[in-house]
């Protein structure tokens, strides 16, 4: 999980994140399920997935089912950072 202040950090996190799972793994990545999410479909993002081979296939708009896992992931992630952030006594916002 990647904690972002500003959208724009999305493709540098993006590429940190690949070098990270294709040294653990020893595996390219070659396939990226994002929604539809316009930091996602940025040219520069676009051109770093085609220089990279990653193909992307993104999800149907408005539609969390298509990805369970995901979205079961992102509720968790959700409640957890909010009780870090309630038990160091921060703001939410």
């Known amino acids: ?20 799972i294709e040294r653990l793994t020893g595996c390219l990545v070659k396939l990226f ?3 539809r999410a316009g930091e996602y479909l940025s040219e ?8 990279k081979g990653i193909q992307r296939l993104p999800a ?13 992931f ?6 957890g950072i ?3 952030l309630s038990a160091a006594n921060m703001s939410c916002s």
């Open 60 to 72: 149907s708009s408005n539609t969390p089912q298509e990805n369970p896992v995901a979205e079961c």
């Open 44 to 51: 520069a993002f676009t051109k770093y997935l085609a220089k």
């Open 1 to 20: 999980m990647y904690f972002l202040k500003t959208k724009d950090q999305v493709l540098q996190a993006f590429r940190g994140f690949v070098k990270w």
């Open 33 to 35: 399920r994002p929604d």
């Open 74 to 79: 992102n509720c968790t992630a959700s409640e």
């Open 82 to 84: 909010t009780a870090m």
